[in-house]
């Protein structure tokens, strides 16, 4: 058979709507597949001799056969399709070329290119569907480029499907030429009826559709989008505005529009520059108005293009005022404002529970002597303010704090190329800050005041800022506090994860460092992890776990049946696989009743907590297994004489973190209380005051 490279794949959709098909595991996977073939309406027929909870739950609440057993040759009778999705792979390859002797197409998990039929990743856009295949070349870089697409294509897609299919008679009956009737659908599909659809406006459409097919004309194509752009990183724009960002046959934006966001454009697009710095306006805001106007009334679809947002000290009210008298239709669409960008990238929370209970905007351009802003009010303690564009009138701003009462010693920011690779954050207090050389004032810039600013890891206290900072141990806030806790209590040793995932780079490194980080008897760093990366050792561990698994069940007896349900790893499944392991000593000099290998070992589940830890303040699982034969595994990993490995560590993205212990969900084992736990004085004797059972 062809490698998956070298077919021809023909993209097809078929109507499985109460076709008999057959799926022979019960596992994750196979789950999976079951849950594609029941939205299509199969009927469906799983043989396995066990079924994991998902595929259990949907034998219970469907119509799904179950076969509880092995499969057999003459379970494939009778099948439109077949998948064969075990964990045994060449259990897949027998059923596969069975199902290549009987020619029924044959879905393979693994090995996947025994496969005649593909499941492919699907946009659901009802009534349109969009599917996306490699072949089962990766169906990892297919998530991707699911993921991307989807993110391209609005919901109301269908919406906009059902509604042509609606008209469709219509349309033909009234546009009887082919060429005309493209041009009708195209005029729909691009312009105002579309957009009507995408915000919500159903009933609009319907009646816009209903006069154009009425009068024997496409729409009036002509509208304008003002949309907000950001404070100017373009992974900052919405989907939407990108999306009209690419229709637009116009584009009318802002000097604070930078090249790179202005290369997501259509490269046709009309451009027009009417940027203001400073006694310099290329245009003045009526000229600007008029151009909107203009262009739409000829039909053209004009992007007002904007920094930040629209409606925050952008002029977007006056621009649609002047739409709403001219009768030209228009969208808005809203951009991450100058303040709650900026103030992120440059790690400055604008509201606080103990330091900032509001947040001011405010412009930074003044007029009329002032008369409109209120210093007495922006001085008082417990609040944030951010002057839009306030570098000009920096010292301005600062003295008449000062002025009206505020603490010359209250922290404050200018950020300066916000969210961009040259942003320039400076930090002093509302006493020294207009006089801090580092301010490029020709540059345009936020303006933060408040005790948040010290958050920030540009803030450097004042008696630091004249004499390098010294290493001083942090104080926690109750916020600080609070979030550790919870860390620690939405912490599950996970055995479910997420199949085929990945673990960024960045986010590994920093649990790592997380684990570095963790005390160490003697400072002697007993542990070593051993990242594995080669997927045939990690199903070489997966093996010798499993059979451990199955000696422990057949040492349990009677109860070996019931340890079996549970689910001891998740080796298979998890984006990253460690060892955890105790390395040889190295001679560390410890006190004479110390414990060596004791404490080197308590040295060790010190990192796997902080590593744990971590991984959970990054919404990451991680599972410890611990079902293995030390000496067998110390071999299989090439380990050196005098080493040990103590965990299995899986940690990945997980779909649900468990509620509770699993368990203690699965009624294996309960936890015993805090108090049983904790002695006074002398064994047995807890600090309720009660004697334990444990007592000598």
């Known amino acids: ?16 709507e109460g076709k008999p098909c057959l799926i022979v595991g019960g596992g994750v996977i196979a789950a ?38 092995r499969y057999q040759g003459s379970d494939l009778e009778g099948h439109m399709l077949i998948v064969a999705a075990t964990d045994d792979e060449s259990l897949n390859a027998a059923i596969a070329a069975a199902a290549h002797a009987r020619d029924i197409p044959v879905n393979v998990a693994a090995p996947g290119h025994l496969s005649t039929a593909t499941l492919p990743k699907v946009i659901d856009r009802a009534p349109v569907q969009i599917a996306i295949s490699s072949g089962g070349a990766s169906p990892a870089l297919m998530r991707q480029l699911n993921r991307h697409v989807a993110a391209l294509i609005p919901q109301a ?37 579309a957009e009507q659809i995408f915000t919500g406006q159903q009933a609009l459409a319907r009646q816009t559709l209903q006069e154009a097919i009425r009068q024997g004309m496409s729409p009036a194509s002509g509208e304008v989008y003002i949309v907000g ?31 790179k966001v202005l290369e ?25 108005n008029q151009l909107l106007v203009v262009h739409a009334r000829a039909g053209k679809r004009v992007l007002r293009l904007k920094g930040g947002d629209p409606f925050m000290f952008g002029r977007g009210g006056e621009e649609v005022g002047t739409l709403m008298a001219a009768k030209i239709p228009f969208h808005v669409v809203p951009g991450i404002t100058a303040a709650t960008g900026c103030a992120a990238y440059a790690g400055i929370p604008l509201t606080h529970r103990e330091m900032a209970h509001a947040c001011i905007f405010l412009t930074g351009h003044f007029s009329d002597g002032e008369t409109h802003v209120d210093w007495r009010s922006l001085a008082q303690p417990h609040q944030t303010l951010v002057f839009y564009m306030g570098v000009y009138n920096l010292k301005k701003i600062c003295d008449r704090l000062l002025e009206y009462g505020i603490a010359p010693t209250t922290p404050a920011a200018v950020v300066q190329n916000g969210t961009l690779p040259n ?32 958050l920030s890891p540009h803030y450097l ?87 451990e698994r199955d000696a422990t069940a057949g040492a349990l007896g009677e109860h070996g049946s019931e340890f079996l349900r549970l689910k001891v790893e998740g080796i298979r499944e998890c984006a990253e696989l460690l060892v955890a392991a105790l390395a040889p000593d190295d001679g560390t000099v410890f006190g004479r009743r110390t414990m060596p290998e004791e404490m080197a070992l308590c040295s060790v589940a010190c990192a796997i907590q902080n590593l744990w830890l971590a991984a959970r303040a990054e919404n990451l699982g991680m599972g ?73």
Not at 230 to 256: C, F, I, N, S, W
Not at 267 to 279: F, H, M, N, P, T
Not at 625 to 641: E, G, H, N
Request: net charge neutral; proline share 7%; aromatic share 6%.
């Open 1 to 16: 058979m062809p490698k998956l490279n070298q077919r021809h794949w023909l993209p097809l959709f078929v109507d499985f």
């Open 32 to 69: 999976r597949k079951a849950q594609r073939l029941l939205l299509a309406g199969a009927r469906l027929t799983v043989v396995a001799p066990e079924l994991g909870a998902t595929m259990a739950a949907l034998v219970a609440d469907s119509k799904i056969i179950h076969h509880c057993r």
């Open 157 to 193: 897609y269908g919406d906009l499907a059902a509604l042509l299919a609606e008209f469709r008679d219509e349309i033909i009956a009234r546009f009887d030429d082919a060429e005309e009737r493209r041009h009708f659908h195209d005029s729909i599909i691009a312009g105002p009826i």
């Open 229 to 259: 752009a950001g404070p100017g990183d373009p992974e900052l724009l919405t989907l939407r505005a990108l999306r009209l960002m690419q229709k637009a046959d116009v584009v009318v934006y802002d000097r604070l529009i930078g090249p």
């Open 264 to 288: 997501l454009l259509r490269s046709d697009a009309e451009r027009y520059y009417v940027g203001k710095a400073r006694d310099n306006h290329a245009r003045t805001q009526d000229e600007i």
């Open 423 to 454: 942003q320039h954050v400076i930090t002093a207090t509302v006493g020294t800050l207009s006089s801090q050389p580092a301010i490029d004032h020709s540059i345009p810039g936020l303006v933060i005041v408040s005790e948040t600013v010290k």
């Open 461 to 547: 206290p004042p008696t630091e800022r004249s004499e390098p900072a010294t290493a001083t141990a942090p104080h926690f806030t109750a916020a600080d506090r609070e979030s550790l806790y919870r860390i620690i209590s939405a912490r599950r040793d996970m055995r479910h994860f997420t199949p085929n995932t990945k673990v960024d780079d960045e986010v590994f490194a920093r649990i790592l460092r997380a684990a570095h980080q963790s005390p160490s008897v003697g400072l002697m760093q007993p542990w070593r992890f051993m990242r594995i990366r080669d997927e045939s050792l990690r199903a070489r561990i997966a093996e010798r776990v499993s059979s």
């Open 624 to 696: 410890w297994v611990s079902m293995f034969d030390p000496a067998a595994l110390a071999q299989l990993l090439k380990m050196p004489p005098g080493s040990k490995p103590v965990a299995i560590l899986c940690l990945g993205p997980v779909d649900t973190f468990y509620p509770a212990p699993m368990l203690e969900q699965e009624g294996w084992r309960q936890g015993r209380p805090l108090h049983e736990l904790v002695f006074r004085d002398n064994w047995g004797n807890t600090l309720t005051g009660q004697r334990s059972e444990e007592q000598p």
